[in-house]
């Protein structure tokens, strides 16, 4: 019997330790996770949030057109639109999961498709055209995120081009930096901007356009790549060391900039990230067991300098969910909430007062 129980826990050990695994981890070292004090200081600022929508399976991104109407896309293909206060009618079906959106100067509205790795675009009368997708030359993977220059740029991240939404906990895991930013122009050019990015996730240009900033959700960082001017091709950190995980990008009325966090970082991810074998080890568990993300209603806002000027926080014990993405809207926050994560999906889109 100890012989048999020796063979099984040897059986184990070696599957763990030498079993073929896809997975890639490189090494790195994290920071410390700041303390929250000063600006990161605990606060209740998000519990003023009123419910905008229910029952919509993960409203990832809110935005809003020209005559006030909210526009968010759901897990099962549709995006839906809506006026504050009524109830959510659809507005288009997709064949897929629209998630990043923005609107073009002409009103079209364009979304990021994570699950078939396409742009649509969508008029304002509702017909609808794929103007980004894989080709034999160019393979998209996960896309994420969208954003429309005045001139009809169009800017899109692939978070991974190895991994899907399906296995993101897997991309996080293996920290490869395989994530990219592409613009494709107005006549159908595609160019690939940026590469090396640790989850590429939301985007968004200045208000000058100066520059394009980027979401490293798997880093912890905001990145800047400038696109004009004397710095034009340079790219560098603008702000490090966040203390979760950031998710979409938008612009605030001031020219500051908002970002969310869709969970706070994890003990175990940093403490595994110098040791790429024993990322290798948890990857070879049952995904069940891999470390999961969790709620963690919390925005925040910052400038141009890397300046994090402010944040709205959910009191201990709030009902919110995770915030995928923050848009303002006058004196208001929209704030729409994940789907495909898994733990952390919901079924809500809120807006919280500034004042």
Not at 1 to 17: D, E, P, T
Not at 25 to 35: E, G, M, S
Not at 142 to 148: Q, W
């Amino acid at each position: 019997m100890r012989k048999l129980l020796l063979l099984i826990v040897l059986a184990g050990f070696g599957y763990l330790w030498f079993w073929p695994t896809a997975l890639q981890p490189v090494a790195w070292q994290p920071q410390p996770v700041p303390a929250a004090e000063g600006v990161w200081a605990p606060n209740g600022r998000l519990d003023r949030a009123v419910l905008e929508q229910s029952g919509l399976p993960g409203p990832d991104t809110v935005v809003v057109d020209r005559e006030g109407r909210r526009y968010s896309g759901v897990g099962d293909g549709r995006i839906v639109r809506w006026r504050a206060g009524e109830a959510a009618e659809t507005f288009v079906k997709l064949d897929g999961r629209p998630v990043g959106m923005d609107f073009s100067v002409d009103g079209s509205l364009y979304a990021a498709d994570e699950e078939k790795a396409l742009v649509w675009r969508v008029s304002p009368q509702g017909e609808v055209e794929v103007v980004v997708q894989s080709t034999a030359t160019q393979r998209f993977n996960f896309l994420n995120d969208v954003f429309i220059a005045r001139d009809g740029r169009l800017f899109f991240s692939d978070a991974s081009s190895r991994w899907s939404l399906a296995d993101n906990k897997l991309a996080l895991l293996e920290h490869s930096a395989d994530g990219r930013v592409f613009v494709r122009h107005p006549d159908g050019r595609i160019e690939l901007l940026l590469d090396g990015l640790e989850f590429a996730n939301g985007l968004v240009l200045a208000p000058d356009e100066s520059y394009l900033l980027v979401a490293e959700t798997g880093a912890y960082r905001i990145t800047r790549l400038w696109l004009s001017g004397e710095r034009a091709g340079q790219r560098e950190v603008l702000l490090d060391n966040l203390p979760g995980f950031p998710g979409d990008l938008s612009i605030a009325p001031d020219g500051s900039y908002w970002c969310s966090f869709f969970s706070p970082r994890k003990a175990v991810l940093d403490a595994l990230a110098p040791w790429p074998q024993l990322r290798k080890v948890a990857a070879r568990l049952p995904r069940a067991l891999l470390t999961k993300p969790v709620v963690y209603p919390y925005v925040f806002r910052f400038d141009g300098d890397g300046r994090v000027l402010e944040t709205l926080q959910a009191s201990p014990g709030s009902d919110l969910p995770s915030f995928s993405s923050v848009v303002q809207r006058g004196d208001q926050l929209l704030l729409g909430s994940p789907g495909g994560v898994g733990e952390i999906d919901s079924d809500r889109a809120y807006r919280v007062p500034l004042k």
